[in-house]
């Protein structure tokens, strides 16, 4: 079935760090993709998205490309800060249904 | 593995009716949220429970209870249902533990009111 598998946290980064978070998708169809960011004591809010094969969303200094080849859509970020603590969810909707698919979230602590 | 469960899958209502989504969370996880997400919109949270207690209340209306049962599952019930209340509606569910909490989410219960 439809699913999305995202990289095991916790992760710790230094400031300015380079950072990707992995997600890779199984679907039967045409999923849209999208990147959720959960802060400490706040609830779900969208970071970014992409609807279509090499579409690249970007939002906050954040990235991630869909990739059909590889069923991917890592998150990256070319220097995270302390405010990026956080913990992310990768998910997928299928098309038809209006079903989400979550990953299970990774949690993301920044120190100076 | 076992994932948390959702039902309905889709569910059309009218207004002023009543609806009940229930939600069945991994098996030995002792907490479960509610989010509602409204077309195009972030999912807000509605309300939390743990050990069959509330524990936390978010932007759920007066309209709509929550509970959680002694085999932790959990149903929402809704009623004087609204057009406005037409959302993707999701569970997640969690077991918390000293290292920390990792939410795993059901793929949603789509209401559609008319």
């Known amino acids: 079935g439809d699913s999305v598998t995202q990289m095991e946290g916790p992760v710790t980064l230094s400031e300015e760090a380079f950072l990707t978070i992995n997600c890779t998708y199984t679907a039967t169809g045409y999923p849209s993709l999208f990147w959720y960011v959960q802060y400490p004591g706040e609830g779900l809010q969208l970071l970014l998205k992409a609807t279509k094969a090499d579409d690249k969303g970007s939002n906050k200094g954040f990235e991630a490309t869909y990739r059909k080849e590889t069923t991917s859509f890592h998150l990256e970020k070319g220097s995270v800060q302390v405010s990026d603590s956080a913990v992310y969810f990768c998910a997928l909707r299928m098309e038809a249904g209006n079903q989400f698919y979550f990953g299970t979230g990774t949690s993301l602590t920044v120190i100076p | 593995a076992a994932g948390v469960i959702q039902s309905p899958r889709h569910l059309i209502k009218e207004k002023r009716e009543t609806a009940t989504l229930k939600c069945y969370p991994i098996?030995?996880?002792?907490?479960v949220y509610w989010y509602q997400q409204g077309p195009g919109q972030d999912p807000q949270f509605l309300i939390s429970f743990y050990e069959k207690m509330q524990s936390d209340k978010g932007s759920i209306p007066d309209r709509f209870s929550a509970q959680q049962f002694s085999d932790y599952h959990s149903e929402l019930n809704m009623s004087s249902l609204e057009l406005g209340d037409s959302a993707l509606y999701f569970c997640?569910?969690?077991?918390?533990?000293?290292?920390?909490?990792?939410?795993?989410f059901g793929s949603g219960t789509q209401l559609s009111v008319l």
């Open positions: 098996p030995r996880h002792d907490t």
């Open positions: 997640a569910s969690s077991r918390r533990t000293g290292a920390g909490e990792k939410l795993f």
